[in-house]
């Protein structure tokens, strides 16, 4: 009942005003339903890619002044890009003077358009000066705004999502854990949809329970394998076994065993890398940059995990593991960005423990710089993957958008569990537990 009240309410007719449209398609999203209307969202993306929607010929909405059409803009801008569409950057210079600096005049007190627009320069690609200025122009605008907000202004539902935005960007935020968030922020805003929020509620709740039922099933791996560790080099090797053989068996059935190649696969190349790792180690050796990141990319994992999470998709076909295997741009930019952002956090420990090979050292070496001139380039290059990840999801046409999602979801985790170059594997209380327990302990009250 009340998925078919939401799902009239996105489908509802080409009269509805464009920024209705696009408030409420957010809205969804950002309170983790969308999942649910993924194919009336994609068909009212569509018109408005296609300009069905005309915002600048509602007479309501053209006879506002350029700040509201800036929060629209730039919304629709983010949804598209998000949604695979290819949506232009060129819609921004109406609000840039002739120097491409933003007109400070017009949008000094806009602050729901400057947060749109800061949102939006996250799904900024190579080449985009007008969203990279416009993230260093909003980064500024708005964290001036909170400064200069009373404590009453700042517990508003607005002040709220803005700091919650400046700490994580939608873009490169866990969606689950988001929509934990959104719906916190979502029940104190006056002009809430009661059905829109009970729904999110109910939906949260109930995939919480799905995930605990999933955990426990892997804990009672763990714990069956328990005894068995003393030999773990026999025994891991045997778990593994086990573990491919079940894959294999339950695939079978679904008429997919094709899948646990790809996966023996991925699992071979990263052992084969951490040899390569431990004899730089035995052998005391600082290999090149260039070198250390062909093999560093594999042991980061992350092709190993890109190809394992195919295996639980169960819609993906032989044609995506092969397009994975020849390690497509996305694919490499994700990697990049779990090798790059983990070296910056975990550099310190590394060396503390006396780690030889670390990236930041290899790279130090390699171009003969300090290691915060080091420590800068590798943040540039995390910036840098993410563009071709920003660019690659909308342009990449050979696998589905679900496919894309599932990498792009994968470079999140990253940005999420290393946040402030913290490491939240190796230190899980300040920045994992809180995610966690949200996650998977504390259901809504509904």
Known sequence: MLKEKVRNMIISGH??????????????????????FSNEIEQQLNLVFNATFKFENDEEESNNNINNNLFIASLQFRLLRQHGFDASSCIFEKFTEKNGKFKQDLIRNDIKGLLSLYEASHVRYHGESILDEALIFTTARLG????????????????????????QSIQKGIPRIEARNFINIYEEHESKDETLLRLAKLDFNLLQSMHKKELYEVSRWDIKEMDRLPEYMKICYRALLDLYDE???????QGRSFAVHYAKSAMKEIVRSYNIEAKWFIEGYMPPFDDYMTNGLVTSTYYLLATTSFIGMNSTPKEAFDWLMKKPK???ANVTICRIIDDIATYEIEKKRGQGATGIECYMKQYGVSEEKAMEEFNKIAENAWKDINEESVKEKSVSMDILKRIVNLARLIDVVYKHNQDGYTNPE???????TGMLVDPFAV
Request: charged share 30%; glycine share 4%; hydrophobic share 40%.
């Open 15 to 36: 009269e509805e005003k464009l920024a209705n449209k696009l408030v409420l398609i957010d809205t969804v999203e950002r309170l983790g339903l969308s999942y649910h």
């Open 144 to 167: 001036e705004s909170i400064g200069q907000q009373d404590d009453l202004i700042i517990s508003s539902p607005m002040q709220k999502q803005l700091k919650h935005a400046l700490e």
């Open 247 to 253: 894959y294999d068996e339950e695939l079978r059935q």
């Open 430 to 436: 300040k920045v994992l537990k809180p995610l966690i």
């Open 330 to 332: 996305i694919q490499v």
